[in-house]
Structures are given as structure tokens and as C-alpha cells.
């Protein structure tokens, strides 16, 4: 590997004027400067094109139809002149180091193939958030359990992550049938063919929280996880050794799901789902769950709904 590797930074946009210039200024200020910004519009109605082309940084702007964040990323990684690909929300912030120690770890250790960050969530008004769950569970991976943990919770968010280009390309691009969770099924998809993956403990990436994220819309959020693993239990090439895993995996899904109604609440999705969770996997029953089990209920018995 040569010492300052190309680097593709690739910016999926969508109407996001009111962030994207944070976001662009986050790349500028990387300590490493082997860069290259492949900003790809993806049908904006809003000054996002204004504000990328009138950004200094060297840049290449695409521009196609609408579709979803899935195709935006894979435009810019085939337009990618680098060795590496670095993904980036509008919406989300580096800080400084972020490139350049993930570019160090692929140094000191050829044999990788992605390398994610922590990440710390802001708010408006400035409250930060750590995922010490999340942190810890990253923590933990190996060669050897990767799959699997990934299977029952999800620990890599695309803006934290860079991924060798002929890695990327080898494992298929990000699959566009998916409106949200894309991400989710290339990394489980890269998991089955056991590439290598490496945690770089601190909070590099700063994920923005607001009412417009992809990952509040409940109902196609829930739909797109059940669909990926549907597809990724089914594939041809996934080991023996991970078929084993399906119904925790999907009883863990559709756990989530039920939380998310709950918090939405939405009592009768949510007993729907535990019940399904439940019935693949008690080990996806906890405590909590159990909680709002009854809680959903007594609410739904009070109403009159059986």
C-alpha cells in the first residue's frame, strides 16, 4: 500500500440544504488531505447543488434522478478514483483525525477490508448521546463472531464507516431495492463471505439527530429489515454455519420493530411483532419487552381492542 492512498469521500444529497454545509466544512478539515469528494445529487429541489458547487474543496458533482440513498452511494463509488471509499451523510459530521486513523489501521494491517468509528449522536440545542451498548457490542467483535453478532444487532452506521473500493466491489454494491437499510445488508453480506472487519474505538463520527432521518420512519424502516434477513438467510454462498442463526436473527428484528411502535405509540403493532419475535426466539424476550408488553395491554384492553 502507498503511504497517502487515494481516498473517495462520497456524499449522498438529498434536499439537504440546511446541513450540507456543515457537512462539506467536516471534510475539509481532515488532517489527511489525499481526498477526493464525489458529491451525488440525487434529484434535489432545494439549494443543495448551489451550496456543493460553490464549496472550495476539489470535488466532482453527479447529478441523477431521484431514487434512494443506496443508488446515490453506489453512483459515487463507481465514479471513484480512490483505494478507499469514505461514506457521508448530508446530515452528519467528521471530526479532524477521522480519515487518518482509519487510514492507519489499513496500514498497519493490510489484510482489512473495513474499518468503522464510534460515534457520538447531537441533537438540536446541542445534547450529545453515546451508545455505550453499541460501543460495547463493537468492542467485541472478532473474525469469528462478526456474523453473528451482526445478525442480531446492527453496530456500523454508513458515515462511520470506510471500506476498501475493491472490497466494495467485490461483495456486490449496495443493493437499491432497499430504501433504508442498505447499509445493514451489504455489511451482513460482507460478514457471510467472512471479510475482515475493524473497530476504531473513539467517537470520529458525529451523527446528527433530527425529525427528518431516514431512520424515523417507522414502518419502512421495520418492513426493510425483515426483507434484509429474508435475503441474507437466503443466500446461495452464506456458510452452513450461519443458517442456524435465522430465527434469533429475525426474532431480534422484529423485537426492534415492536419497540419502535411502542415508542410510536402504536400498541397494536407492537403486540403484533412481540408475539412474532417471541415465537422465533424467546432469548429476543427481555425484561423490558415485558414491560411494555403489559403496559400495551392494558392500554389496548382499556380502549375496547382485543
Not at 57 to 82: C, F, H, M
Not at 192 to 210: G, I, K, Q, S, V
Not at 212 to 225: A, F, P, Y
Request: charged residues 25%; contains cysteine.
Amino acid at each position: 500500500m502507498i503511504e497517502s492512498p487515494l481516498v473517495s469521500v462520497i456524499i449522498p444529497v438529498y434536499n439537504g440544504e440546511k446541513y450540507l454545509q456543515a457537512c462539506l466544512d467536516s471534510v475539509s478539515s481532515q488532517t489527511y488531505k489525499t481526498l477526493e469528494t464525489l458529491i451525488v445529487d440525487d434529484g434535489s429541489t432545494d439549494r443543495s447543488m448551489e451550496i456543493a458547487e460553490n464549496w472550495p474543496g476539489p470535488k466532482t458533482l453527479i447529478r441523477q434522478k431521484n431514487g434512494d440513498v443506496s443508488s446515490a452511494r453506489n453512483a459515487g463509488a463507481e465514479a471513484a478514483r480512490g483505494e478507499f471509499l469514505a461514506f457521508l451523510d448530508q446530515d452528519d459530521l467528521w471530526e479532524p483525525e477521522k480519515v487518518r486513523k482509519q487510514i492507519a489501521l489499513f496500514s498497519a494491517d493490510p489484510s482489512l477490508d473495513l474499518v468503522f468509528t464510534d460515534l457520538i449522536k447531537f441533537f438540536p440545542g446541542g445534547k450529545r448521546h453515546h451508545a455505550s451498548d453499541k460501543h460495547t457490542l463493537a468492542l467485541s467483535l472478532t473474525s469469528e463472531n462478526l456474523f453473528k453478532k451482526l445478525a442480531v444487532k446492527n453496530v456500523l452506521m454508513p458515515s462511520a464507516v470506510m471500506v476498501k473500493k475493491s472490497s466494495f466491489m467485490h461483495a456486490g454494491r449496495f443493493d437499491p431495492s432497499f430504501k433504508t437499510c442498505g447499509d445493514y445488508e451489504l455489511w451482513l453480506r460482507m460478514a457471510a463471505m467472512d471479510m475482515n472487519f475493524r473497530y476504531l474505538p473513539e467517537p470520529l463520527t458525529l451523527y446528527r439527530y433530527h425529525g427528518e432521518n431516514t431512520s424515523r420512519k417507522t414502518e419502512v424502516m421495520h418492513l426493510d429489515r425483515v426483507k434484509v434477513m429474508d435475503k441474507i438467510f437466503s443466500l446461495s454462498f452464506l456458510p452452513e454455519r450461519y443458517r442456524s442463526l435465522e430465527n434469533r436473527a429475525k426474532a431480534e428484528v422484529f423485537m426492534i420493530g415492536a419497540h419502535t411502535f411502542f415508542s410510536s405509540r402504536n400498541y397494536e403493532k407492537f403486540l403484533e411483532n412481540f408475539y412474532i419475535a417471541a415465537r422465533l426466539s424467546k432469548a429476543s424476550v427481555s425484561p423490558r419487552s415485558l414491560r411494555r408488553w403489559v403496559k400495551s395491554w392494558i392500554r389496548l384492553k382499556t380502549k375496547g381492542i382485543s
